[in-house]
Structures are given as C-alpha cells and as structure tokens.
C-alpha cells in the first residue's frame, strides 16, 4: 500500500489507520484495539457497527439510493418532523455542517435584507468561504483572503463588546452553544439570554450552531434546549448521520418564503441513504438513552475530578462533551500519544486543550476504564 503519495497533505494524520469499529471500541491496520473518546470528532454519538443502522441503510440501498429534489421525498419529511416536534421551523437537508451554515448564512441574509452577521472568536464554523469567514479564527483565514465580507468577529461570553458592534445592518448572530474547536468553551446562560432579548429588540436574527453540540452531545437532543433560548435558525450535522454524510439547516416558518424554488439547492442533500439513517438515529436517540448519556456524563466529570495531577488546569464541558485544558507547559499532542499508547482515542481542541467525545451509548464499565487511562497518562 501506498501511503502520503497522492493525497494533499491538508491533514497531519497519525501512522495508522482504523479499519474496524464496534460500539465505542476501534481496531486499527495492526489489530490494536482502542476505545473510542473521539466519536469520529462527533459524529459517531451511537457507536460504531450499530445493527439497526447497518440495517436500515442495507435495506435502503436495496431500494433507491437516490433521487433528485425535484421529486417529492418522504424520508426527507420524517426527518424534518421527527427534527421539529410540532415546533415552528422548515428544514433543508445538505450534506456536511459547513452547508448547513452556508444555507443558515445565505437566509439570515435573504430574509433580512441585512448583511453584517457577528460571529465569535475562536468560533470554528467550516472550512467552505461562508463558513470559514464567520470562523472567527486568523489562522483558519490564513492564505485565503479575499473573505467572504461582513463577518465581524467579538469575543465570546462579552456582551458589551457585542452589543458595541450591533448596526442596522446586523442580519444575524450566529454561536456555538460550547465552541467545541475553539477550546470547549461553554456560554454563559446569562450571556446567551442577553443575546436572545437582543436579537429581538433589534429584530436581529439568532443563528445556533449546533453542528457539534446537537443530537445528544450536550445531553439533551439540542444544546439550546438548556440555555433556553429558540433559535430563528439553528444548523446540524455529525451526529445527524452518524457517520453518513447528513446537515440540515433549520429556520423558523416565516423565514421560509425567503427560501422559494431556486433560491438555494444541491445534489445530494437530503439523499435517501443519509435520510434512512437519519431518521432511525432519532428513533434510537430516545430519552432513555439521553437520560443515560447524562449519567455517563456525571460519572466521567466525576471520575476526571479525582485525578490529581498538575497538568490539569480546568474541566469543563456539557453531556459528553468534555474539555481538559492542560497547563501551558504541556503538550496536548504529547498526551494524546501517551493515550493512544494507552489504547484511548481523544482530541485536541484549541491550542491547549484535550477533548472528550465519547459516543452517547457508552457504558459504565467502558467510562470507569477510560477514566483509568486518563488517570495513568495525567499521573506519570
Ligand atoms: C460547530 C461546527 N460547525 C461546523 C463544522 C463544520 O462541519 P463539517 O466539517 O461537516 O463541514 C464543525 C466541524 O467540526 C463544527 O464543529
């Protein structure tokens, strides 16, 4: 096998590569065998190789894999209703979170008629123009200006600082509930609500990107949910798919005569293998299995609290998104080695901080060993 010949080398990627996954546990090209902290960066919130998955996109592939969206598509209705519970909101499907913020983008600005949109920074929202100009991060942008215009980047969890560049033209504010690149950084409640009267004050749309927050991350099916906030639009994707290419951009029912026929579109989005699965991922994410989530949640934010070790600065995080920000002397890529050495996948987050995404179907025992690898790496 050839390796690192014909590929970009866009990606610092590690010497080995998975080949198998079952449940929260990966083997890779030599049989080592890890457990899985990462979910696939998200995505995989009900593990790997789950039955029902396997067999509900097996019996789709059995009927039609495709169809234009110029026919009707029922799949794509189940999952839109099963996304909305009766609430006030139309779905577009697309097929990554940074479509999903590039619909969300082109709407705030449709409907408006608006074009500054305020973003964060250390905000991570995409890599494709739109997505990477509301990224509020220099080194992201870097090599690729001109960008998009009209994104103004404030610092997060300051609402001075983003109520002093609120203009007529503001179209939108567009966050991450807990900035997941950026750092695991979690919003503060009093914060968010000051948004949220804000934006309807000023008629300002609230943009919630829930790319990685959303299905269950957080502990509840959307991270909105515990802030108490409604967004005006709110975008998904990772764990929508559960490892098949899915996003979907939400928005509230009067938003929708701005997205009329031919006003945005693509391919594939909203394909019916992605549709299949989607929509028995949000039959298996019930509130048993949330309420579960929540438990493995309190167990590892408890279990991670009793490692006594001084490379550890903070904790933080919701559900099973977790932040370990590490003293500045330590290297987060060094910890993720001695981890992997360990068998345990993780990840890194901003530029010092080590990130926590175990699948939401995680067991008990399978959080008590991971807490005792971590424990082994941080003790050494
Ligand atoms: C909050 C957030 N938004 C958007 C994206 C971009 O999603 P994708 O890589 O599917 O384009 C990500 C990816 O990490 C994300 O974490």
């Not at 990130?355 to 399978?366: D, F, G």
Request: charged share 20%.
């Amino acid at each position: 096998m050839i390796v690192g010949n014909y590929l970009f080398s866009n990606y610092a990627r590690k010497p080995f590569e998975i080949m198998e996954g079952d449940g929260c546990y990966v083997t890779d090209n030599q049989g080592k065998t890890y457990l899985d902290f990462t979910s696939g960066i998200g995505v995989m919130n009900l593990g790997y190789n789950q039955p029902k998955l396997n067999q509900v996109l097996a019996e789709q592939a059995q009927k039609i894999w495709h169809t234009p969206n110029l026919y009707d598509n029922h799949l794509q209705e189940i999952v839109a209703e099963k996304l909305i519970q009766n609430k006030d909101y139309l779905a577009f499907f697309c097929n990554s979170g940074a479509e999903a913020n590039e619909a969300a983008i082109k709407l705030a600005r449709k409907a408006t008629g608006k074009s500054q949109i305020i973003t964060f920074t250390n905000s991570f929202h995409g890599r494709t123009y739109g997505a990477m100009s509301a990224t509020g991060q220099p080194s992201i942008h870097a090599g690729f200006e001109p960008l998009v215009p009209g994104f103004v980047y404030v610092p997060y969890n300051d609402f001075a600082a983003l109520e002093a560049e609120v203009t007529d033209q503001t179209a939108a504010i567009m966050l991450e509930l807990i900035q997941g690149e950026g750092g695991v950084t979690v919003a503060d409640s009093e914060w968010i609500q000051q948004i949220a009267t804000l934006c309807q004050e000023k008629n300002i749309l609230l943009v919630i990107d829930e790319v990685q927050t959303g299905i269950g991350r957080t502990g509840s099916l959307f991270a909105f949910e515990q802030f108490q906030v409604t967004p005006d639009i709110f975008t998904l994707a990772k764990g929508l798919g559960n490892g098949f290419p899915v996003g979907a951009m939400l928005g509230k029912t009067e938003l929708g005569e701005h997205f009329g026929p031919g006003s945005h579109g693509t391919t594939f989005g909203g394909n019916k293998l992605g549709m299949a699965v989607a929509s028995e991922i949000l039959e298996e994410l019930s509130s048993e299995l949330l309420v579960a989530s929540q438990q493995r949640s309190q167990q590892l934010f408890s279990g991670l609290a009793e490692i006594k070790s001084d490379k550890i600065r903070e904790i933080r995080g919701k559900g099973l998104m977790i932040g370990i920000e590490l003293d500045p002397e330590v290297s987060v890529n060094d910890i993720l080695e001695a981890l992997e050495i360990e068998g345990l996948l993780a990840l890194r987050a901003g530029t010092n901080t080590l990130r926590l995404l175990p699948p939401l179907t995680i067991s008990e025992a399978e959080i008590t060993l991971g807490v005792e690898k971590l424990k082994k790496v941080f003790t050494k």
